[in-house]
């Protein structure tokens, strides 16, 4: 079973429709630990939520590793890892940080507890929470 991730992005620097736009980018730029030990846990084929911070604070789509092992290309020690991320599908709905704080089904999601982290670990089961909310 794959592991579920979530991973953000400052829409007015790379947003969802610039992946749409390239098909597929690598995740370069991450220099915390955690940060880095989620991506060096990520295999090909793992879905992300991709949320937009700063501006609109939610998830807004999901994504895919497309290619899982890779040396960050913007590191020139080469010891920051990266993947490569590919584009799946928009959700039919954005939900909100708000909405993911005010559920106490969520309420230990890394998103929340590490409001920091730019690349987080997703339970199964908060994954399957969120694809829910996104539909109502």
């Not at 579920?4 to 980018?25: C, M, N, Q, R, S």
């Not at 939900?95 to 704080?101: D, F, G, Q």
Request: charged residues 30%; hydrophobic residues 45%; neutral net charge.
């Amino acid at each position: 079973m794959p592991n579920h991730w979530l991973i953000k992005t400052e829409p007015f620097k790379y947003a969802w429709d610039d992946l749409v736009a390239d098909g597929e980018t690598v995740w370069d730029g991450v220099r915390n630990h955690r940060a880095a030990n989620n991506l060096r846990a990520m295999a090909k084929g793992d879905p992300l939520f991709w949320y937009h911070s700063r501006e609109g604070l939610e998830i807004v789509a999901i994504a895919e590793v497309s290619e899982a092992g890779l040396l960050d290309p913007t590191d020139a020690d080469g010891k920051w890892p990266t993947v490569k991320v590919r584009p799946v599908k928009k959700l039919a709905r954005p939900v909100t940080l708000k909405e993911i704080k005010a559920e106490p089904a969520l309420e230990g999601i890394e998103l929340v507890r590490l409001s920091r982290l730019s690349v987080a670990k997703i339970t199964d089961s908060e994954w399957k929470h969120i694809l829910a909310m996104s539909e109502r």
